[in-house]
């Protein structure tokens, strides 16, 4: 398991399971389907396997999975897929340990579901944090495995800004906001990243960004005025050239 998946154990083995408990786990009407409206537009072929990469506890899979056909929530936390599949006993959706920065990994699940959009949220910027530099590339490179020849990808990270909310949360009088803490506590908080260089790892693995622009991000948790915290984000979309 790669760092970022210990961190990701840890986290979710702590997390509490009430539905909001988790920083980013907020409603998916204030989330995903923001996503999806950006994303659906650029889809070649929705019928295509919609895979929800680093899908956590599997609250926007569920989502997701009633307007697609099939999707497949990915993590590389087993507590945290355990978690998916607990809170989906009508099994919406199937869910599935998966490194996606591992070659072979990504080969085999592309093998099975063919060609697929992909969905992903904040992992970029977790490897990012957490894991050597080198390790980032080979994680897209897996994300373009799983597009194929015509699939897309829809590609979620908090902005630089973010980092600096975040930090000036947990700079405050009491500390960080008890949602916040556990995220700064396992290291998995973004910002360390510049928003340019965001489309450089698609690009740099062979598909052509054909969208983006910038996206709040809402989370769970409130600030010391009491008004849900909002992250900056931007998003990408990326596919092979038409």
């Keep these: 398991m790669s760092v970022t998946g210990r961190y990701r154990e840890g986290f979710w083995r702590e997390a509490p399971e009430e539905p909001g408990a988790v920083f980013r786990d907020a409603e998916p009407a204030l989330t995903v389907a923001r996503h999806l409206a950006l994303f659906a537009p650029h889809l070649s072929d929705p019928g295509l396997p919609l895979v929800d990469l680093g899908c956590g506890n599997g609250t926007r899979t569920r989502f997701l999975a009633d307007r697609f056909p099939r999707v497949p929530g990915a993590d590389l936390s087993a507590a945290a897929l355990d978690r998916a599949r607990r809170a989906d006993p009508a099994g919406r959706a199937a869910y599935r340990h998966l490194d996606a920065a591992e ?140």
């Excluded at 700079?171 to 906001?177: I, L, Q, V």
């Design 103 to 242: 070659k072979s990994a990504t080969r085999a699940l592309h093998g099975e579901i063919g060609d697929a959009n992909v969905h992903v949220r904040g992992v970029l910027h977790q490897c990012e944090h957490q894991c050597e530099a080198d390790d980032r590339q080979p994680l897209v490179d897996g994300i373009t495995t799983l597009v194929g020849e015509h699939g897309r990808a829809f590609l979620v990270e908090p902005s630089r800004a973010a980092g600096a909310v975040l930090k000036g949360l947990a700079a405050g009088p009491g500390g960080p906001p008890p949602k916040l803490a556990p995220v700064l506590r396992h290291g998995i908080a973004p910002g360390e990243v510049d928003d340019a260089a965001v489309p450089e790892f698609p690009t740099a693995a062979g598909l052509t960004v054909t969208a983006g622009g910038t996206l709040p991000l809402t989370t769970t948790e409130h600030g010391p005025d009491g008004v849900r915290i909002v992250l900056p984000s931007v998003w990408y979309v990326a596919g092979r050239a038409a």
